[in-house]
Each structure stands twice: as structure tokens, then as C-alpha cells.
């Protein structure tokens, strides 16, 4: 029987704890007792632990030892600010597909209120990926980052690894060519990759002439126009399928 996983929100070198809805649903609804074994996620790591202590506010852990980690995906997904549901989906699906970090942008053709709103959002945005790598059993969670204007992503994005634009009016490229030539290229060692979407209306021509001005490569996921949550998992599976 796989036992049950928990991501701690404290931890030290000995033990893990957690608070809030997760101690409360341990305590009440499982009726967790000391000596009870669970996986516990602490700072990117995953041990097998037991329950020291329980009370509905807090479950303490001793981490008895560490586990083989699963290594996530070095991708992080740029993705342009969108009807919030369908964005929230492909947050969920980008985390069970293993993605490392999730970079929301304003593209021009964003809209305005989504914008706006998106702020706001953040925090939610947060809790799907924190669920959703529980669930897909992961050992780390997603980091996502403050939404900020695209342009300021297309400069900033480090220059270690490589950075790919999904541009739906590519038709010569495809995003597997440009990977296989990644990895061909550095020893069949995946690099960094940075992946950017964009909105519902899809690239503004001046938003492609600045990826290409920042050494960002366009790639095509085929002659089909998907929606941008499609396009990411689509991503997600061909970067996979290299590495995987
Ligand atoms: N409104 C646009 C489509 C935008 S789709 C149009 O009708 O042309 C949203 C995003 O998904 C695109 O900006 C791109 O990043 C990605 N995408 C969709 N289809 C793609 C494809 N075939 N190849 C590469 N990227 C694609």
C-alpha cells in the first residue's frame, strides 16, 4: 500500500510539522495517531517519516530517512494571462506534468481586467500547484512567481539554458528539432529550459520581433492552433519524452 504523502510547512533536520487545513484533515478526518508512517515532502526532499505528536493544529513528524527524490522537469513556463479557469487548469496539468516554475505574464493582447485581477489570484494559483504535486505525488512543489509584464521576462530570463517562444504562426521549426538540437548540443544533458505561451489572441507582432531580439528561439507544435493550456501540455510532453 503506497503510503500517504504530505508537503510540511516546517521542518529541521529531524522532524517535519504541519499546520492548518492538512494537520486538521490528519487529525479529524483520518484520526492520525502517533506511530502512524506517511511520506513527508520537506524542502524539496521526501522521507519516510512517522507521526511524533498529533493535535488538530499541528502534526509533527520524525523523518526516519530520505527517499529517492523524482526529479522534476528544469522547465519553466512563461504563460501569458488568460481566462482565469482555463489558466488555473493548465497550472494544475503543467504540475502533474513536472514543470519547476511557473512565470505569469501580461502579454499585449492579455485582457485588461484579467490583467488587473491577476494579483490577486496568486495565492490561489499557489494552492492548485501545492494540491496538484501532492496528488501527482511529486517532491517538490511549483514555484510561481509574481505576474509581470512580458517584456520584462523576455529581457530578465537567464541566460543559462535555453529559452523557446511557442509561436503558433511558426510553421519551419518544430519544438522537438529545437530540443533534440539542445540536447545534442550539451551532451545529451537536457539544459534550463524557459518555454513563454501566449494569450487567447495569441502573439503581437512587435511581442515576436522582442523574443527574437532576446535570443529566444520560435518553435511550432504542428499546424493546429491549440489553445494556450493545450499548447503547454503538448510542450510539457515533448520536453518529457526526451527525458522521461
Ligand atoms: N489567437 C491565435 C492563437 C493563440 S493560441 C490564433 O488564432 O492564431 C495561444 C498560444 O498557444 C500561442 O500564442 C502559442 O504560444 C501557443 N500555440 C498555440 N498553437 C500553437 C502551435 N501550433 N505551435 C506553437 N505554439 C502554439
Known amino acids: 500500500m503506497t503510503r500517504r504523502r504530505w508537503i510540511a510547512e516546517h521542518w529541521d533536520e529531524a522532524t517535519a510539522t504541519l499546520t492548518g487545513t492538512q494537520a486538521e484533515h490528519l487529525a479529524r478526518v483520518l484520526r492520525a495517531q502517533p506511530g502512524m508512517e506517511a511520506d513527508v515532502v520537506a524542502g524539496g526532499f521526501v522521507f519516510h517519516a512517522e507521526i511524533a505528536a498529533v493535535s488538530p493544529e499541528e502534526v509533527r513528524f520524525n523523518l526516519l530517512a530520505e527517499l529517492e527524490a523524482d526529479p522534476a522537469l528544469p522547465i519553466t513556463l512563461v504563460i501569458s494571462i488568460f481566462k482565469f479557469d482555463h489558466m488555473e487548469w493548465g497550472i494544475e496539468k503543467a504540475t502533474e506534468l513536472g514543470v519547476t516554475t511557473i512565470a505569469p505574464v501580461i502579454a499585449r493582447r492579455t485582457e485588461k481586467h484579467l490583467a488587473q485581477a491577476a494579483a490577486k489570484r496568486v495565492e490561489r494559483w499557489r494552492r492548485i500547484v501545492h494540491e496538484a504535486a501532492k496528488q501527482s505525488r511529486r517532491s517538490d512543489v511549483p514555484l510561481i512567481l509574481e505576474p509581470q509584464p512580458l517584456a520584462e ?15 503558433e504562426q511558426e510553421r519551419g521549426v518544430t519544438l522537438r528539432s529545437v530540443l533534440a538540437e539542445a540536447m545534442s548540443a550539451s551532451s545529451n544533458e537536457m539544459p534550463k529550459l524557459e518555454l513563454a505561451f501566449g494569450p487567447e489572441g495569441g502573439w503581437a507582432p512587435e511581442e515576436e520581433a522582442l523574443f527574437d531580439a532576446n535570443g529566444w528561439r520560435a518553435a511550432s507544435l504542428g499546424p493546429r492552433i491549440l489553445r494556450a493550456e493545450t499548447a503547454a501540455i503538448a510542450a510539457l510532453a515533448v520536453v518529457g519524452s526526451f527525458l522521461e
Open 153 to 167: 521576462r523576455v529581457k530578465a530570463a537567464g541566460d543559462d539554458g535555453m529559452r523557446i517562444v511557442l509561436a
